[in-house]
């Protein structure tokens, strides 16, 4: 058995990539015979504060996914990010990190920087710079010392991934812990032992592995599921059009269309097209290691 779970962020409706990830993680989980859980990451107060949650739970439930004890809030659990981080402090593995979106941007495209890293400016900051930040008032952000350590994952749906661990955030310059650190935390007090989640997570897994270890935590197993693009090959987004359940019922396609099309798009054999489905009706035909690696363009038709 393998608990599992959703995560959604309430910053909007939830598109066909997200609902189609959560039908993914409730497959896994109930395939397994195993528990199902659902977690709200509302720490950030800039997106939380919109009241998207109700219509993301509704969009879930019209799918006929279901979820086993009461929807944990990231926003109730702050202390428990700062006594986490308040260890990996304790023992040297951060640093305080001044530096803007602008001067990690510029930095960032510097040759000798891995694509997407942080360029470590503050990592070895003399105290001038420090003392410069300062004075102007400007609140740090945490990261992580990762020293490029090399860590190896193995995924259920891509193999062994190995990168090398980034100088994550873990606080943000407001105060607010950053996903990886709560990622990671809420997953082990959680009992959650598999993360079934979109493939453009995969890169930074590793990081998160190694903060599982740091912080003496288990290690869940990952599927990272393949991403729903557009025709133009980007990843899906409101610009591609219906991309919603309420986009999709103005055209006239129905949340059992939606399933099929889950279905299609997991390898999971679905009922005929004009027989009402949800997602359990997916279970008898779904295995895990059917699961493609690939990113699809179809979306949902009627029928």
């Given at each position: 058995?393998?608990?599992?779970?959703?995560?959604?962020?309430?910053?909007?409706?939830?598109?066909?990539?997200?609902?189609?990830?959560?039908?993914?993680?409730w497959?896994?989980?109930?395939?397994?015979?195993?528990?199902?859980?659902?977690?709200?990451?509302?720490?950030?107060?800039?997106?939380?504060?919109?009241?998207?949650?109700?219509g993301?739970?509704?969009?879930?439930?019209?799918?006929?996914?279901?979820?086993?004890?009461?929807?944990?809030?990231?926003?109730?659990?702050r202390?428990?990010?700062?006594?986490?981080?308040?260890e990996?402090?304790?023992?040297?593995?951060?640093?305080?990190?001044?530096?803007?979106?602008?001067?990690?941007?510029?930095?960032?495209?510097?040759?000798?920087?891995?694509p997407?890293?942080?360029?470590?400016?503050?990592?070895?900051?003399?105290?001038?710079?420090?003392?410069?930040?300062r004075?102007?008032?400007?609140?740090?952000?945490?990261?992580?010392?990762?020293?490029?350590?090399?860590?190896?994952i193995?995924?259920?749906?891509?193999?062994?991934?190995?990168?090398?661990?980034d100088?994550?955030?873990?606080?943000?310059?407001?105060?607010?812990?950053?996903?990886?650190?709560?990622?990671?935390?809420?997953?082990?007090?959680?009992?959650?032992?598999?993360?079934?989640?979109g493939?453009?997570?995969?890169?930074?897994?590793?990081t998160?592995?190694h903060?599982?270890?740091?912080?003496?935590?288990?290690?869940?197993?990952?599927?990272?599921?393949p991403?729903?693009?557009g025709p133009?090959?980007?990843?899906?987004a409101?610009?591609?059009?219906?991309?919603?359940l309420?986009?999709?019922?103005?055209?006239?396609?129905?949340?059992?269309d939606?399933?099929?099309?889950?279905?299609?798009?997991?390898?999971?054999?679905?009922?005929?097209?004009?027989?009402?489905?949800?997602v359990?009706d997916?279970?008898?035909?779904?295995?895990?290691?059917?699961?493609?690696?690939?990113?699809t363009?179809?979306?949902?038709?009627?029928?």
């Open positions: 058995m393998a608990v599992g779970r959703f995560a959604p962020t309430p910053s909007g409706e939830l598109h066909l990539g997200s609902l189609r990830t959560a039908a993914a993680a497959l896994f989980a109930r395939h397994a015979g195993s528990r199902f859980l659902l977690r709200v990451e509302d720490l950030d107060p800039t997106i939380s504060r919109h009241g998207f949650e109700a993301q739970l509704a969009d879930l439930e019209a799918i006929g996914l279901d979820w086993d004890g009461p929807v944990v809030h990231q926003s109730e659990r202390d428990r990010y700062d006594r986490a981080l308040a990996l402090v304790d023992r040297g593995l951060t640093y305080e990190c001044y530096c803007t979106r602008r001067e990690i941007r510029e930095a960032s495209t510097a040759p000798h920087v891995r997407g890293a942080y360029p470590g400016t503050c990592r070895e900051a003399g105290a001038r710079r420090v003392a410069a930040a004075r102007e008032g400007r609140p740090p952000a945490v990261r992580l010392r990762g020293a490029a350590t090399v860590v190896s193995t995924d259920d749906v891509h193999g062994t991934v190995e990168a090398a661990v100088d994550v955030v873990l606080r943000r310059n407001d105060g607010v812990a950053a996903y990886n650190l709560a990622v990671v935390v809420d997953d082990a007090d959680q009992g959650v032992e598999q993360v079934v989640r493939a453009d997570l995969l890169d930074v897994t590793p998160q592995a903060l599982c270890d740091l912080l003496g935590l288990d290690r869940p197993r990952w599927a990272h599921v991403l729903v693009v133009d090959g980007a990843r899906l409101k610009r591609h059009g219906s991309v919603t309420a986009d999709l019922a103005r055209d006239g396609l129905t949340a059992s939606v399933v099929r099309w889950i279905g299609r798009g997991l390898g999971a054999e679905a009922p005929a097209p004009g027989v009402a489905a949800t359990a997916l279970l008898g035909g779904f295995a895990p290691d059917r699961v493609p690696a690939t990113a363009a179809e979306l949902p038709r009627p029928g």
